[in-house]
């Protein structure tokens, strides 16, 4: 299993994530409104919607707010119409960029997410552009547990392609199709994660240097600054000595 190779990128997603916890209602209300509109109400016949579930629950949202998110999804309750869009294109550094979005405006979502690529001298570009670049895997973390050890021979005993780990930090990664049959066998285990989700990953990276890595940074803050964006991906390798 691949370890410190990875763990520069490791700390910085988790650092980025870290920062966004304040965001995290806003866009968990609609990733559950999305999930519960296209799969139905019930999470325990639509994963997406019970892994949105595991994260508001995780993060302490109100269950309240929590079912009327569910309400405006499968339409039994009056609310915003939201649609899903992914926009791909190069940061000025030619790093490879993936930005989902869920919009009620697609009109103010394009300008937005085209304004913040031109602002940083990058290129937004059509469909396919940057995708083949990248496969969808599932991404489970585990912070600041004392049971790492148990949670990478389960994983891996379960069909994990790849775990990351440094301390108490666990980051596994799965096959698109196993995601949620791992994800449930953790679970079902007692091995509370504290995010799980589908994630775009590409094998080819660029390596950025110090100064590319804090200009790359700044743009992809302003992307995820945007409330319609829901994700940001890239291909960029941060360097060890990054902060």
């Known amino acids: 299993m691949a370890g410190h190779s990875k763990w520069a990128n490791i700390q910085h997603r988790k650092k980025r994530q870290d920062a966004k916890r ?115 895997i599932g991404v489970i973390t585990y912070e600041d547990t004392a049971q790492s050890d148990e949670i990478i021979d389960l994983a891996i005993e379960s069909g994990a392609i790849d775990v990351v780990s440094d301390k108490n930090y666990v980051e596994i990664h799965t096959d698109k199709g196993d995601f949620l049959t791992i994800a449930k066998v953790l679970k079902d285990k007692g091995y509370i994660f504290n995010n799980a989700e589908l994630e775009m990953h590409a094998d080819t990276k660029i390596e950025l240097d110090d100064d590319g890595a804090e200009n790359f940074t700044k743009f992809q803050d302003s992307l995820e600054e945007l409330d319609d964006v829901q994700n940001v991906y890239s291909n960029a390798k941060y360097p060890e000595t990054f902060n």
Not at 24 to 52: C, H, M, Q, W, Y
Not at 95 to 121: E, G, L, P, Q
């Open 22 to 136: 304040g965001k995290l209602f806003t866009k968990l209300i609609k990733e559950i409104t999305v999930a519960a509109r296209d799969g139905g109400g019930d999470a325990d016949s639509n994963p997406r919607l019970r892994l949105a579930l595991d994260k508001a629950f995780a993060g302490n949202m109100n269950k309240d707010t929590i079912e009327k998110a569910i309400k405006r999804g499968t339409g039994n309750l009056e609310g915003v119409n939201y649609e899903e869009l992914t926009y791909e294109g190069y940061s000025s550094s030619g790093v490879a960029v993936i930005v989902d979005c869920v919009t009620d405006n697609k009109n103010r979502t394009v300008a937005a997410v085209r304004h913040a690529f031109s602002k940083f001298s990058g290129n937004l570009g059509s469909s396919g552009s940057v995708s083949y670049l990248f496969n969808q």
